[in-house]
């Protein structure tokens, strides 16, 4: 505390220091007055009074930061535990644990028995070390899953609580060398986990909520052989390993969630209908679950936005469903990449999967829906880049498709092919934003010219860079035919084709630009229908359309509106009307699992008995 006192000719600064024990001020000390004045000014004063002032730098008061703060207290909590002393929240996610040494009984929803419940002492690692093979310690079970994976902390720059010193930022670990052992590590682990899978499955270590072991199996294997191919949601290694343990990768939520998606694939007659139990477990467990943002619920919130809208019957909960995991994704800040310093290797693998297989669903569900999007590509730093690449010269075979059992197999290409489908997603955020925004029509002509070149360009770049294995000729005769998800890949490429050149022609909504670049676009559409149709055919004759996922139901129905206006110009026996007849078989082999594609072609564009 300062005070100033004029006296004579000068002024003189004097300084009073507060007693905080007494609450008086203590007597004035002597204080230069240079501290106060310029860096010139402060030469000039120190002549004068003859002193050669010097001032220490004031230390700097380091800023409460809330990441800092929430590690503590996550640290004071894990602490708390092993002295025995923890929080009533910590002791109620240790249910359902088996004691050391105890007989492996199945845990909940397992008949015969009940499990015992674990010493409140027992934190998360002592629950793996329990849970896993004598001979695996704790610290190789794989990357550390405590601490704030889930914690929400993203605030902007406008926000009253944005930290601009962030004092526990991520250094990127750019290295090669580094990339490569975070590789090494994570796919380690992957095939680690994979091993673990039977083991805990026989000890009756999984949770499959009061589903029978074997049905709850035999749903997650179809999970895992077609769904999960699509869009990466959901990452085996660690949901598996944490069902096992209750760990933060797996919840009851995200369980159901998959068994509901899955259940429609399955040959099994005694499933047939079974959907409606797992969509009202959904529901019961959902309400709890929407209070605070987690990975979990996330990825169960996108499943079931996939599955909701291939039926049809629940448009607008898939859209609620998918905006709700938007949000709680802004709400961690996954949506900006290394924010958390203390999330393990693992933790940001995952992270970015579930990113950007948001980012995925939100193109998908704004072109199927004709609605803007909600993950902009300006407000996104994530990069599209995934570690752990087990799964992609994994051996696949269609266990989820019927009438398969001439496929010799192929490696699984998951990994490059969710690569390459975010890519493609970035160009297929520019299209919707540009093209079909509601008030593209208001743009100049000029700009739509350019706009319309550069996404063209964007486009052939995008496939001229696809790597070699993930090509596909048509006609089928050189090699084996990809699986679903590569062939889904190719899809979308003419889909995005044919709706980015689609306004420009004739009767569409930005066609009065130019008459030649309206016949050059309308060359496109047909070119891009008429491959899609090869794929269609290539696909039914490989896999079968009956389950065909619904990205290939909406190519499908884009390539109709294409090929139904030339048949109309052409008539019976034309090649549009030929492929326009493979469309409409196409629906009609698939309504039972996307249903929205086959009533929209019929009720707008074809008649059934036309065909």
């Known amino acids: 505390m300062s005070k100033l006192q004029v006296s004579g000719r000068f002024t003189r600064f004097t300084r009073f220091s507060i007693n905080s024990a007494q609450g008086v001020l203590s007597s004035p000390k002597p204080w230069c007055p240079s501290f106060f004045q310029s860096p010139v000014t402060d030469i000039t004063t120190s002549r004068l009074y003859s002193k050669n002032c010097q001032y220490p730098p004031l230390p700097k008061k380091p800023k409460p930061l809330r990441n800092r703060l929430a590690c503590l207290e996550e640290e004071n909590r894990q602490l708390q535990a092993r002295l025995g002393n923890t929080p009533p929240d910590a002791a109620a996610s240790s249910d359902s644990i088996e004691h050391p040494g105890s007989a492996p009984s199945r845990v909940a929803g397992n008949a015969g028995t009940a499990s015992p419940t674990i010493s409140t002492t027992t934190n998360l690692a002592q629950h793996r070390a329990i849970l896993l093979p004598e001979s695996q310690t704790p610290a190789s079970a794989g990357p550390s899953v405590i601490g704030s994976i889930s914690q929400s902390g993203y605030y902007g720059r406008t926000s009253a609580l944005f930290d601009d010193e962030p004092s526990d930022s991520r250094v990127p670990r750019t290295s090669h060398q580094a990339a490569e052992y975070t590789r090494r590590q994570l796919m380690g682990e992957a095939a680690h986990q994979r091993q673990l899978e039977t083991l805990n499955y026989n000890a009756g270590r999984l949770d499959f909520d009061g589903v029978d072991p074997e049905v709850g199996m035999h749903l997650l294997s179809l999970h895992w052989n077609r769904q999960h191919h699509s869009h990466l949601i959901t990452y085996r290694p660690a949901f598996m390993r944490d069902m096992a343990c209750q760990g933060p990768y797996f919840s009851k939520l995200l369980l159901n969630a998959i068994y509901f998606g899955s259940c429609k694939f399955s040959p099994q007659a005694e499933l047939k209908g079974i959907h409606t139990r797992f969509r009202k477990r959904v529901r019961e467990l959902l309400g709890g679950a929407l209070d605070r943002s987690e990975i979990v619920t996330i990825q169960a919130l996108l499943v079931m936005t996939n599955s909701l809208f291939a039926l049809g019957d629940e448009r607008s909960a898939a859209w609620i469903y998918a905006g709700i995991a938007f949000r709680m994704l802004i709400d961690l800040g996954a949506h900006v990449d290394g924010l958390n310093a203390k999330v393990s290797e693992e933790d940001l693998e995952i992270r970015r999967r579930v990113f950007w297989g948001a980012f995925v669903v939100d193109k998908i569900q704004s072109l199927y829906q004709g609605r803007p999007v909600s993950i902009q590509e300006a407000d996104i730093k994530v990069p599209i880049l995934f570690q752990d690449r087990y799964e992609e010269l994994e051996h696949w075979t269609p266990f989820a498709y019927p009438d398969t059992a001439s496929y010799p197999g192929s490696p699984a290409y998951s990994v490059s092919t969710f690569t390459e489908l975010c890519k493609l997603s970035v160009i297929m955020n520019a299209i919707l934003n540009n093209v079909y925004g509601v008030k593209s029509s208001k743009r100049a002509p000029t700009t739509l010219t350019k706009d319309l070149e550069r996404m063209q360009m964007d486009l052939e770049g995008w496939k001229a860079a696809l790597p070699e294995h993930l090509t596909f000729d048509l006609s089928g005769l050189n090699k084996t035919v990809p699986p679903p998800h590569v062939l889904s890949l190719h899809a979308m490429y003419n889909v995005l084709l044919i709706l980015l050149h689609r306004p420009f022609v004739s009767e569409g909504h930005l066609h009065s630009i130019s008459p030649s670049i309206a016949s050059n676009s309308f ?44 048949a109309a110009q052409l008539g019976p026996g034309s090649e549009a009307y030929n492929s326009l007849r493979t469309c409409c078989s196409v629906f009609a082999k698939n309504q039972d699992t996307n249903s929205v594609c086959y009533r929209n072609i019929f009720k707008h564009h074809v008649r059934p008995r036309s065909f």
Request: hydrophobic share 45%; net charge positive; aromatic share 12%.
């Open 523 to 566: 060359s496109v559409c047909a070119q891009a229908a008429s491959r899609t149709v090869q794929l269609l055919r290539n696909y039914e004759k490989t896999f079968s359309i009956r389950h065909a996922p619904y990205l290939i139901a909406y190519a499908t129905y884009v390539a109709a509106t294409i090929h139904v206006r030339i």
